[in-house]
């Protein structure tokens, strides 16, 4: 290769490295400041197995905590089932024992009525065990309802009939048959008849 020819390719080279904006030499030094990424180091075999045993002791308590909720979810499941079976069983104890005091007066009431003479005994004695009984139907939230002498009221009494009148219309002239609430709700209307105005 001839001199001329050496320095036609050089000044190439020189255009060409205007053209690009870089250095030939810089693009291709070892020494341009960027290091090569290191390989990442491999984990040994004695660290692989300590955390094998993490996974596994997380794993096993895992585990543990699963077959407790388990079993806490199996003794709910039949502690519910227990207290259901004993509200049927035993639902009524408080009604039973508000009754009891009701039966040992009527009891009594019968024993004395075989030797009494006197009726007016008779009628105390009933009368006691009716004050007995109602007393142990307010303790259970049962609450009478007797309307005579109040206006109708459709969503506690049931008319029966209705009568002519001296009385302010759509009033409770007699109560046919008591009726009961069991709290606020109404177990049993009262039977009543309802004054109307007369004809005239």
């Known amino acids: 290769m001839t001199k001329q020819e050496i320095a036609e390719m050089q000044k190439e080279a020189g255009a060409a490295e205007r053209d690009l904006g870089v250095s030939i030499e810089s693009a291709t030094s070892p020494d341009d400041g960027i290091e090569p990424a290191p390989a990442e ?14 996974l596994q002791a997380k794993a096993d308590g895992y585990l543990n905590d699963l077959l ?3 079993a806490e979810v199996e003794n709910l499941r039949k502690r519910t089932a ?12 408080r009604f039973i024992t508000g009754m009891l005091p009701v ?9 004395a009525a075989q030797n ?8 105390e004695g009933m009368e006691l065990t009716l004050k ?27 008319a029966i009939s209705m009568q002519e009148s001296e ?9 046919v048959q008591k009726g009961y609430q ?5 177990i049993r209307p009262a039977l009543v008849i309802v004054a109307k105005p007369k004809a005239s």
């Open 41 to 54: 180091a491999q984990p040994t075999v004695e660290e692989l197995m300590q955390k094998l045993e993490t």
């Open 116 to 123: 009494a003479t006197d009726i007016a005994t008779l009628r």
């Open 167 to 175: 009385a302010e219309p759509n009033t409770v002239l007699t109560v």
């Open 182 to 186: 069991l709290h606020d709700r109404l």
């Open 82 to 93: 227990r207290d259901v079976e004993n509200a049927h069983k035993y639902g009524q104890d």
């Open 132 to 158: 007995a009984f109602s007393q142990a139907l307010e303790k259970l939230g049962v609450k009478e309802v007797n309307p005579e002498g109040e206006k109708f009221n459709p969503d506690l009494h049931q």
């Open 68 to 70: 407790r909720a388990r």
């Open 103 to 111: 039966k040992d007066s009527m009891d009594l009431g019968v024993s």
